[in-house]
């Protein structure tokens, strides 16, 4: 087709074997939108297409992607508010004709249904990172990275320590939407036994809390490992931690310092942590 249907805070590109989404930086587009730019939607991605009244004077065209072709749809597994879903485009209700049009030729040209045995639609680009409550999360495209922060941390992960984590070795990714209770970014480990219930507790967590790890950073990162994971080859170990900062081991064990006098951490611990650190110079 070739031809540009525009909306608020974004525009729609047909192209005979898929649908180019460029979304607007505006101050009032969504800031996930703002994050995701554009993306690229194969038409074997898409199952359905519809147009129904919108609220205001609008009208809604949504594409309805595959169930398992889109990685951030699968990490977000149905949390996403209506406003911040990527595959609606809201147009004023006088061009309700034209998008109907565009719906029909749209329709026209899908083949595909079902679900998907693979992800059709291309992740988000790494490197990717956001800070969370209790910590910093990095992702450079072959393992992520937990930072604890002191100021947040539970006493468990400080004594598991900074944690990384091949994509091989995990099966997948749980996500919790941080603008709801208890939000959280979990990695789902391959041979591990079952997580602590509480994110908080768990080192292959990192906890978002009300206000803290934004939708619009957390969600393209879970996705990106998610799709990483999906097309990774396990791997048998994990590959050495690199050395730390002199400064930042010797904060580390100020800390583990307080939570021993705190009573939160045993002398053995205490000792057995602090060896540790010491061993990363």
Same mark, same amino acid.
């Given at each position: 087709? $070739?031809?540009?249907? =525009? ?7 047909? +192209? ?9 930086? $505006? ?9 995701? &730019? ?39 597994? &149905? ?13 004023? !209700? ?27 639609? !291309? ?17 450079? &495209? ?9 100021? &947040? ?7 598991? @320590? ?30 591990? @036994? !079952?997580?602590?219930?509480? =994110? ?8 978002? @809390?009300? $206000? ?9 990162? !879970? ?16 590959? =050495? ?9 010797? %904060? ?15 002398? +053995? ?5 602090? =060896? %540790? ?5």
């Amino acid at each position: 087709m $070739g031809d540009v249907l =525009a909306g608020f805070h974004a525009a729609w590109e047909f +192209e005979s074997d898929s649908v180019l989404i460029r979304y607007e930086r $505006g101050i009032r587009t969504p800031k996930l939108f703002q994050a995701l &730019g554009e993306r690229r939607i194969p038409l074997e991605a898409i199952e359905g297409v519809t147009l129904t009244p919108g609220r205001r004077g609008t009208v809604v065209l949504r594409i309805e992607p595959r169930p398992g072709a889109d990685p951030l749809m699968e990490a977000a597994a &149905g949390q996403l508010k209506e406003s911040s879903d990527p595959y609606r485009l809201v147009l004023p !209700a006088e061009r309700e004709t034209l998008a109907e049009y565009y719906a029909d030729e749209l329709r026209a040209l899908l083949t595909e249904s079902g679900p998907s045995e693979r992800h059709l639609v !291309a992740p988000p680009e790494t490197p990717r990172q956001f800070k969370a409550y209790d910590g910093k999360a990095s992702f450079d &495209g072959t393992s992520v990275s937990f930072r604890w922060f002191w100021t &947040g941390a539970s006493s468990a992960k400080w004594k598991a @320590g900074d944690q990384r984590f091949p994509v091989g070795e995990l099966s997948g990714v749980e996500w919790r939407s941080p603008e709801v209770f208890e939000g959280h970014l979990r990695l789902l480990h391959r041979d591990a @036994g !079952a997580s602590p219930a509480q =994110a908080d507790q768990d080192p292959a967590a990192v906890v978002f @809390g009300l $206000g803290y790890g934004p939708v619009h950073e957390s969600l393209p990162f !879970a996705a990106a490992v998610l799709a990483a994971v999906r097309t990774c080859e396990p791997v048998p170990a994990v590959a =050495a931690a690199p050395r730390r900062d002199p400064a930042d081991i010797a %904060e580390r064990i100020r800390h583990l310092g307080e939570l021993h006098q705190a009573g939160l951490v045993t002398d +053995e611990e205490f000792s057995s942590k602090k =060896a %540790e650190l010491l061993a990363e110079l």
